[in-house]
């Protein structure tokens, strides 16, 4: 197949499924084109069957805000009409869902049509969703959709219950690439992170206000008390001052190391104990899920899609969001030896039930079905 992918390339975990999706499905065989406005940061090699279009804004002194939306609807347009897409698969409701929808209408008018699968990856429903004058926009593009994902049971059921969606949303989970994530042999740089044996406990995100790092501060600061343990940070984003601020004023900032954002991130999961999740939203968690890959338990809040991944008590645990005393206590209940390689080996299980080779090969199904449904009332369809 000839597949448009649209995403955000360079910040968060929709842009990072979206990518290693792409790169999986032309390892497979199929032409993948990415349409976004930078080059993905996983997608830095050459490939036979990718291709890559920047959407390009010119700038003039009325753009206060520059139409993103139009010119990546233009772009898609393009695309589709003289690399004979087959499908476009959009990634984060907001607003490439409303491009797609755009490009389609101008698409038909010069006779041309295209089947548009949206996945909604989270903040798109959660938050970003959840602002009234965009509402009407999101409901208004799922529903003009040809196929709808979610990350989670979760994700689509809050979609169900917060928008007007006359649509099925099929649940395809987030996935991992076991092949790239994977326990791998780092002892010297456990050991210069942690020089005396202690444990070490990593957290990674975009550093946003809902990822509330602030109790993944305060829940190492206790563990620390406790056993002698060092907190690793991975990401950067708006809360990273406020939070350097916050290991200083608690007095654990020799123990505290803030690496800001790391492509090899298995390198770090290799060599971790405890991953710590506490957010206050989490369509599913794909930094927790390659961090079981590594064979590291994860503590986490009980919020959206995470219990669909983290098994309480078999994998980590959950609690409740902001609950720092059951944190700590269910930390230190993993941490100690005579549990902690058992939660890592279930850690790993669990990861390889959402193995890249899987999952992948459900989008393909999921594509194929989307694609006869539109051919159905149709003279001239692509092939499948
Ligand atoms: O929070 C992020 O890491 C970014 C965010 C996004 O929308 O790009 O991630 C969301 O999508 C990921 C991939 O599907 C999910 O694994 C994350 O749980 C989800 N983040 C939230 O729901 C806060």
């Known amino acids: 197949m000839k597949i448009g992918i649209v995403c955000y390339p360079t910040f968060g ?17 199929h032409q993948i084109h990415f349409i976004t406005y930078a080059q993905p940061i996983r997608l ?14 010119s700038s ?10 139009s010119a990546l609807a233009g772009k898609m347009v393009d695309v589709v009409k ?24 101008i698409l038909k ?11 909604l990856h989270g903040t798109d429903i959660t938050i970003v969703g959840k602002d009234p004058s965009l509402r009407p926009i ?30 099925p949303i099929e ?82 900032d020799e123990d505290v190391r803030f690496i800001g954002k790391l492509e ?5 999961l290799s060599v971790a104990d405890l991953f710590l999740m506490p957010s206050e939203k989490e369509s599913f968690g794909l930094a927790a899920l390659e961090a079981m890959a590594c064979q590291v338990p994860v503590i986490s809040s009980n919020t959206g899609g995470l219990s669909e991944l983290n098994i309480n008590g078999v994998t980590g645990f959950l609690s409740g969001i902001g609950d720092i005393d059951d944190m700590v206590k269910k930390a230190l209940y993993v941490l100690d030896e005579a549990n902690l390689s058992g939660f890592k080996q279930r850690a790993l299980e669990r990861a390889r039930e959402f193995d890249m080779q899987v999952i992948v090969s459900q989008y393909e199904t999921y594509y194929q079905q989307v694609v006869e449904q539109f051919c159905k009332n149709k003279t001239t369809c692509s092939k499948v």
């Open 264 to 268: 090899a991130m298995e390198e770090v």
């Open 60 to 69: 003039y002194p009325l753009f206060q805000y520059p139409p993103y939306e």
């Open 171 to 252: 649940v395809i989970y987030n996935f991992v690439d076991l092949e790239r994530f994977y326990k791998q042999e780092k002892e010297h740089f456990k050991r210069f992170i942690c020089p005396n044996g202690e444990k070490l406990l990593v957290h990674a995100s975009n550093f946003r206000k809902v990822k509330r790092i602030g109790d993944v501060i305060r829940v190492f600061a206790r563990i620390r008390e406790v056993v002698p343990s060092k907190l690793l940070l991975i990401g950067d984003g708006e809360e990273r001052q406020n939070m350097e601020l916050l290991t200083r004023q608690l007095g654990i």
């Open 109 to 119: 008018q010069q006779g041309l049509d295209i089947p548009v699968v949206t996945t």
């Open 44 to 57: 830095d090699f050459f490939s036979e069957n990718i291709w890559y279009h920047e959407v390009n804004i």
């Open 13 to 29: 975990g929709s842009g990072v499924v979206a990518t290693e999706l792409g790169k999986a499905l032309a390892q497979k065989g």
């Open 138 to 167: 999101i409901t208004f593009s799922i529903n003009e959709s040809d196929g709808v994902t979610a990350v989670s049971n979760d994700l689509r059921q809050e979609t169900i219950d917060a928008f007007s969606i006359h649509k």
């Open 82 to 105: 003289y690399e004979k897409l087959d499908l476009l698969h959009v990634h984060y409701a907001i607003p490439h869902a409303t491009s797609a929808f755009l490009a389609k209408q």
